[in-house]
């Protein structure tokens, strides 16, 4: 355990030295230190900043979006004119695959394996406008992005680790897991609605009444307003460790 204690000290004391050499290296100048990209990055004098990069797609076809992030910040919407329109920052350090299978789109956020110095200090927002109602399936996926979703679909899926979560529209199926990121319904309308956290909080409203629903909740230390039952038509299971549940209903 001391060894792993000496060792973690050490490597940190040499990333805190490697940083400010890319500081003195700068001789002031942080212009040549890239921080659009979210991190600080020794300039080498190849390539530039991030740009803001816009893609329209057609909604023909399309009945499933999975959509994956790393530190940017997610947000979907609906799109007025029957297309599919992403937009994202992409530069050197990052950008985004997009591949089109039969009936899938999928968009993953890819980052370089550039060397890079310190921690990251912002990220952006990548921005997805879909017609509504197209979808069966919507899965969306970040690392410490936040999730803003305005969607209808069948099934609606989100995983975070530290990301916040914001939900607003209708599926027939919700599924949310997040490690310590909170949750927050904005009166979502789901059949089934089952949520997960460890250490985040689960708030807002879902549509219709508590006699709607069937109730099953757990908790370890988490504080909650609602008690289980075992009636009702739609179903809701909501899940963590420390986290706490405040839900109330839009009836």
């Known amino acids: ?23 003195i290296a700068a001789k002031g100048d942080f212009s040549v230190l890239d921080v659009e990209a979210g991190f600080f990055v020794i300039d080498t004098g ?3 900043n991030e740009e803001l990069t816009e893609r329209t797609f057609s909604a023909d076809g399309i009945r499933s979006i999975e ?22 920052w992409a530069g050197r350090y990052k950008d985004y695959s997009i591949d089109m299978g039969t009936d899938t789109l999928t968009l993953r956020e890819n980052v370089t394996k550039d060397f890079r110095i310190g921690f990251s200090l912002n990220h952006g927002t990548s921005t997805l406008l879909i017609p509504e109602k197209i979808l069966q399936e919507l899965k969306v996926s970040t690392v410490s992005g936040n999730v803003d979703i305005v969607a209808f679909c069948k099934a609606l899926s989100i995983g975070t680790t530290s990301g916040k979560i914001s939900l607003e529209g209708a599926s027939e199926i919700l599924t949310v897991k997040t490690v310590s990121g909170n949750v927050t319904l904005r009166g979502f309308d789901a059949k089934s609605a089952k949520i997960g956290t460890v250490s985040g909080n689960i708030s807002g409203t879902l549509a219709g009444s508590v006699n709607d629903y069937s109730v099953r909740l757990q908790t370890v230390s988490g504080t909650k307003n609602l008690k289980e039952k075992e009636t009702g038509e739609r179903r809701l299971e909501l899940s963590t460790v420390s986290g706490n549940m405040e839900i109330g209903f839009t009836e």
């Open 1 to 23: 355990m001391k060894k792993l204690a000496i060792i973690g000290a050490v490597l940190f004391a040499l990333g805190v030295l490697i940083a400010i050499g890319g500081i």
């Open 46 to 48: 190849v390539g530039g």
């Open 67 to 88: 959509m994956s992030a790393l530190s940017d910040d997610v947000k979907i919407g609906a799109s007025n004119d029957g297309l599919v329109h992403f937009s994202y």
